[in-house]
């Protein structure tokens, strides 16, 4: 079967999320593609959401912090971001996502916004409130163990 002339090809449009997640949380990108779909057919409905056809191309998520190429129609990218900002958790963890950028090819989208907050965590013991705890530290965001939970701490909370 022949392809489609150029003309007559789907456009679309590439964007480059940040994801951030607690270091304890297991994000797998089935999941992140299943609660996507159903904040956008929450969000948008099921005409809406089928006309942003939102797909999850790339997913890479590690201990706290990923990234993600999700690819969406040309013309629905301010619906796309919408539905972004609606999905608040995925499988019970609470995740933080925020679009880099928006990009008319994968190449170009990975190229310009994703790469760039590459943070290997560390495991290290820090002093939070009196005690050494167990923390994972990514660049200037650390976050403590305490009674098996995970606390976001600044620089100044840790003695």
């Excluded at 593609?33 to 890479?60: C, I, M």
């Amino acid at each position: 079967m022949p392809t489609l002339p150029k003309h007559l090809r789907p456009r679309w449009r590439y964007l480059g999320v940040g994801i951030e997640a607690w270091p304890d949380a297991d994000l797998s990108q089935r999941a992140f593609q299943r609660h996507l779909w159903y904040e956008a057919q929450n969000l948008l409905g099921d005409v809406g959401s089928a006309g942003a056809d939102l797909r999850v191309l790339t997913f890479r998520y590690e201990r706290g912090g990923g990234e993600a190429v999700i690819r969406t129609r040309r013309g629905q990218v301010e619906q796309a971001r919408a539905a972004l900002a609606c999905l608040d958790e995925v499988d019970g963890d609470p995740v933080g996502l925020r679009v880099r950028g928006v990009s008319g090819t994968v190449r170009g989208c990975e190229e310009k916004y994703l790469g760039r907050g590459r943070e290997s965590p560390q495991e290290r013991t820090v002093a939070y409130r009196g005690a050494e705890r167990d923390a994972v530290v990514r660049g200037d965001r650390t976050d403590v163990r305490l009674d098996g939970r995970f606390v976001g701490a600044t620089h100044l909370d840790l003695e």
